[in-house]
């Protein structure tokens, strides 16, 4: 955990950005919380988000990969998959996710693909299949993420209430 890894992103992405003075790959993370579950995100685009995390330290208490940690890594993938869709002016921000959960997976290493199913000028949805180390499908989930101009999503974090 914690180690650098790199991050394939378009070349016309990365020169967006970097025009801006934004360095995208240290940017897009999978921040705190995929951090301590180890999701490292391999490839990212609007049409294509990968991503791996450890079954290890992420199971419930039968020893099974949690339902939780599939959720967070397929809302991880859609969200990155929204925001690229998005571009620098837009925020992608979830308003629904459903994950089928189809069997089980007790160690090894689970990837994620999210692809689009839906991008427009207000609304992403995205598919999200992980799978394990045999490309067995242990989940199918489904992310929609609201795109919020910047400026709005700003303006509304700075008028929410201070939380204690």
């Given at each position: 955990?914690?180690?650098q890894?790199?991050?394939?992103?378009?070349?016309?992405v990365?020169?967006?950005?970097?025009?801006?003075?934004?360095?995208?790959?240290?940017?897009?993370?999978?921040?705190?919380?995929g951090?301590?579950?180890?999701?490292?995100?391999?490839?990212?685009s609007a049409?294509?988000?990968?991503?791996?995390?450890?079954?290890?330290g992420?199971?419930q208490?039968?020893?099974?990969?949690?339902?939780?940690?599939?959720?967070?890594?397929?809302?991880?993938?859609?969200?990155?998959?929204?925001m690229?869709?998005?571009?620098i002016?837009?925020?992608?921000?979830?308003?629904?996710?459903?994950?089928?959960?189809?069997?089980?997976?007790?160690?090894?290493?689970?990837?994620?693909?999210?692809t689009?199913?839906?991008?427009?000028?207000?609304?992403?949805?995205?598919e999200?299949?992980?799978?394990?180390?045999?490309?067995?499908r242990?989940?199918?989930?489904?992310?929609?993420?609201?795109?919020?101009?910047?400026?709005?999503?700003?303006?509304?974090?700075?008028?929410?209430?201070?939380?204690?």
């Amino acid at each position: 955990m914690g180690e650098q890894h790199a991050v394939k992103f378009p070349q016309e992405v990365l020169d967006e950005y970097a025009a801006l003075g934004i360095d995208l790959p240290t940017l897009f993370s999978a921040g705190h919380l995929g951090e301590r579950m180890d999701i490292r995100i391999l490839e990212a685009s609007a049409d294509r988000v990968v991503a791996t995390m450890p079954v290890e330290g992420n199971t419930q208490p039968y020893g099974l990969l949690h339902g939780g940690a599939s959720a967070v890594l397929a809302e991880t993938l859609g969200s990155v998959g929204a925001m690229m869709h998005g571009g620098i002016t837009k925020i992608a921000v979830g308003v629904d996710l459903n994950c089928t959960h189809h069997r089980g997976a007790r160690s090894g290493i689970v990837t994620g693909v999210a692809t689009p199913v839906h991008r427009g000028r207000t609304t992403t949805t995205f598919e999200i299949v992980i799978t394990d180390e045999q490309d067995k499908r242990i989940c199918t989930a489904r992310l929609t993420c609201l795109l919020r101009d910047v400026d709005q999503a700003v303006a509304a974090a700075s008028q929410a209430p201070a939380q204690a």
